[in-house]
């Protein structure tokens, strides 16, 4: 089935340690991808998005990600997290041609230790 | 951008009633989606709900379940009907203000409903 995976779950990291969530996804043809964050008590807001172009983007709050066409892959990226980073994360991916519908990734619960 | 308003913002609901949620919207959108959140899981399309047309839902949702509304481009309900233990969720409204891919697709803050 097609689908978007997110491989951690759950990710415990220290202050200053570097981050990377894995983001695949199983659709073929022309896709817009993004990456939701989820503080706290909080909205769901968007963190980054790739549409076209350079595949490495830059969001929100230091993060990066980088569309890697041949893995099917947008990971996320940040070189040093914060406690304020401690939140959910989810991919998400835009199918072309298919309602312009969202499908989401099972997220990523990050906690950072201060 | 848009700014999305939900009501209510969380209710406690006995099996087998019905709770209409609202969304609202700052601006016109042409496309309104309704998501749900399960407790632990990410998030699941229910409907999209354009103006002037039959809400088109996903597979597993029926419009007898989650009756839509969509009255104009500002505004949806969705009613969660004959409600159950498992229907207890957070229930997003969710807009793409333009209807065009390269839009960005904004979330209400969540409407968060337990049934006993």
């Known amino acids: 089935a097609q689908s978007v995976s997110q491989h951690n779950h759950h990710v415990i990291l220290s202050e200053a340690a570097s981050l990377e969530l894995g983001c695949n996804y199983s659709y073929g043809g022309t896709v817009n991808l993004f990456w939701y964050v989820q503080y706290p008590g909080q909205h769901l807001q968007l963190l980054l998005k790739?549409?076209?172009?350079?595949?490495l983007v830059k969001g929100i709050k230091g993060f990066e990600a980088e569309f890697i066409k041949s893995k099917f892959s947008f990971n996320l990226r940040k070189p040093s997290v914060q406690w304020s980073d401690t939140a959910e994360y989810f991919c998400a991916v835009l199918r072309y041609n298919a309602g312009n519908m969202l499908t989401f990734g099972g997220g990523t619960r990050l906690m950072v230790k201060p | 951008s848009a700014v999305i308003s939900q009501k209510p913002s969380r209710d406690i609901c006995q099996r087998g009633t019905s709770l209409t949620i609202q969304c609202q919207v700052d601006?016109?959108?042409?496309?309104m989606f309704w998501y749900r959140q399960q407790p632990g899981q990410s998030l699941t399309l229910i409907a999209t709900?354009?103006?002037?047309?039959?809400?088109?839902?996903e597979s597993g949702f029926v419009i007898d379940k989650f009756p839509i509304s969509r009255p104009n481009l500002t505004f949806s309900t969705l009613t969660v009907s004959n409600m159950s233990p498992e229907d207890s969720s957070i229930y997003l409204c969710?807009?793409?203000?333009?209807?065009?891919?390269?839009?960005?697709?904004?979330f209400g803050p969540g409407t968060r409903l337990t049934v006993l």
């Open positions: 709900a354009n103006q002037g047309s039959e809400a088109t839902y």
């Open positions: 790739y549409f076209s172009g350079d595949p």
């Open positions: 969710s807009v793409l203000p333009g209807g065009l891919s390269t839009d960005t697709q904004y």
């Open positions: 601006s016109q959108v042409t496309m």
